[in-house]
T-cell receptor, first 113, second 113 residues
Framework: DTAVSQTPKYLVTQMGNDKSIKCEQN?????MYWYKQDSKKFLKIMFS???????INETVPNRFSPKSPDKAHLNLHINSLELGDSAVYFC????????????FGEGSRLTVL | KQEVTQIPAALSVPEGENLVLNCSFT??????LQWFRQDPGKGLTSLLL?????REQTSGRLNASLDKSSGRSTLYIAASQPGDSATYLC????????????FGRGTSLIVHP
């Protein structure tokens, strides 16, 4: 059973399109995250979300928005895609926002043409 | 703002060597520190989680230590093997109360036979 799963694993799309990446965790965790890994492999936080609070990295363009239908899911919506959005996007979860171990999905590689 | 530095950025060693990977962070008021491994094209696999009250954690050939006061953690890999080749990342909660794990840029390790 995959603990944190993301779909799709690969996504190729044109500039200007709108796309979504889905994330689900079956660990019963309270907090979920989206990270972006750029071409230099640096992992940068985009969002952190639990059932009480959404924390947004201020550097993330408002074309990116997280949507959480329930505690086990945190989807990433991206509007008006740009070339610079090409990256690998990782979803992660932890039991506790403060002390919990972080578990990652396999990543979703987005290519914008 | 928490800043995480990993040294060295890259390491290439013959099989059998004992290795030391370093992680330093600027804000020592952390709750935990986590070490990960990332294989090319894959997600992050958690190796060790050290809570702030602990000084070290061990798993097999891996040992991680934490010195909060000096803002440092060390990952020790004993008797390295080619299968240990990967990028090793450390993550600590950001400062300012957000608790979101901030990553270093990683150490890229190659162990050759």
């Amino acid at each position: 059973d995959t603990a944190v799963s993301q779909t799709p694993k690969y996504l190729v799309t044109q500039m200007g399109n709108d796309k979504s990446i889905k994330c689900e965790q079956n660990l019963g965790h309270d907090t979920m995250y989206w990270y972006k890994q750029d071409s230099k492999k640096f992992l940068k936080i985009m969002f952190s979300y639990n059932n009480k609070e959404l924390i947004i990295n201020e550097t993330v363009p408002n074309r990116f928005s997280p949507k959480s239908p329930d505690k086990a899911h945190l989807n990433l919506h991206i509007n008006s895609l740009e070339l610079g959005d090409s990256a690998v996007y990782f979803c992660a979860s932890s039991h506790s926002q403060v002390t919990g171990e972080l578990f990652f999905g396999e990543g979703s590689r987005l290519t914008v043409l | 703002k928490q800043e995480v530095t990993q040294i060295p950025a890259a390491l290439s060693v013959p099989e059998g060597e004992n290795l030391v990977l370093n992680c330093s962070f600027t804000d020592s008021a952390i709750y935990n520190l986590q070490w990960f491994r990332q294989d090319p094209g894959k997600g992050l696999t958690s190796l060790l989680l050290i809570q702030s009250s602990q000084r070290e954690q061990t798993s097999g050939r891996l040992n991680a230590s934490l010195d909060k006061s000096s803002g440092r953690s060390t990952l020790y890999i004993a008797a390295s093997q080619p299968g240990d080749s990967a990028t090793y990342l450390c993550a600590v909660p950001a400062s300012g109360g957000s608790y979101i794990p901030t990553f270093g840029r990683g150490t890229s390790l190659i162990v050759h036979p």
